[in-house]
């Protein structure tokens, strides 16, 4: 018995050291290196559009699989295994599944639902790599698309080329000229019927395009015709709109909000007014705003004053299940309000994020979804 215990502390420790956590922004040495950073090449890999038109899916459509990487902060994934996995196929990117399993078992969450991928990797933060589901229209066929991670980060990089072959499905990269584009998944998000949403890193990250050509880009291969961009905040280093904003459906955006005049309040009012004032949605009517506290840190400073980017935003749609991200009770009880009554019919869970937030992401950050 005491030999099998120690046996199982050796596995769950040596999990813990097995990669050291890289950041959700650049390191120091990857902004010497992005400026010349070649993408890998995927053999595989259609590197023209989809020959039809396509679709992005939302995030609140139906899916059949969630996307994480087993790279660090296990005591968080372990959770969103344990929530996400009642409701799809858990798929897994780990250096040893074993180790995974050790742990999983040990901290009785069920490995029934899972597979696992067996990759090179380099980070945690596979919403900003992993691959977009999108739909041929008419057909409804799967299909993913990719374009450069906007972090030199090889390993990352090509994943979603291990995503497609476990789903079989074909995969349209957007690497090559004329339709190479750099992105991020945190920066995106798109109400599945064409509206498509950044902050204007996008323009910044491919400064060499003019904006008719990269809205012809993502027109082309995610079937984004309207193309909506807001300015950059202050104090979010990463400038990633899922630290601040959430589409729950095709009409209605969850905003993060500030106390007046604090931190990123005023930019994100600034750009909350633009997009009221400028566009209604696919629909023709008038967005709906929904707002949720952007709390302090635990020190009780915003990010204006040097606190962390505590966001209750950065949550994820995992069929009818949303898990978000939790600090304090004394802040949560009314985050799990505001999202229970703006989502009726939905289970709301909470993982802690309170270490993970200082790196600048929490749990959309380290999930992706793959569609159905």
Known sequence: MWTKTLILLFVVFQIGLAQTALPHGLT???????????????EEAYQTPPPNPVRTMAE??????????WADYYHILKEIVRYAQEECRIYIVCSDSNQ??????QNNIPINNIKFLIEDFNSIWCRDYGPFSIYEQGTDSLFFTDWIYNRPRPDDDVLPAALADAYNVPLYQM???P????ATGGNFMTDGLGTGF????????????TEAEIDDIMNQFMGIDRYIKFETLPYDDIHHIDMHMKLLDEETILVGQYPEGVADGPQIEANLQYLLDNYQT?????????RIPMPPDKYGKYPDEGGAYRTYTNGVFVNKTVIIPTYEEKYDTTAFRIYREALPGYRIVGIPCDDIINLDGAI????HELGA
């Open 175 to 177: 690497t090559e000229p």
């Open 198 to 209: 950044s902050s204007k890193l996008i323009l910044e990250e491919n400064s060499d395009k």
């Open 28 to 42: 120091a040495k990857e902004k010497q290196l992005m400026p010349t950073y070649q993408p890998p090449v995927v």
């Open 100 to 105: 995974v399993k050790a742990y999983l078992m």
């Open 179 to 182: 339709y190479d584009l750099v």
């Open 364 to 367: 959309h950050c380290i999930t």
């Open 282 to 290: 696919c629909y023709g009517r008038d967005y709906q705003v929904v």
């Open 60 to 69: 609140w459509e139906e899916l059949s699989g969630l996307m994480i990487t």
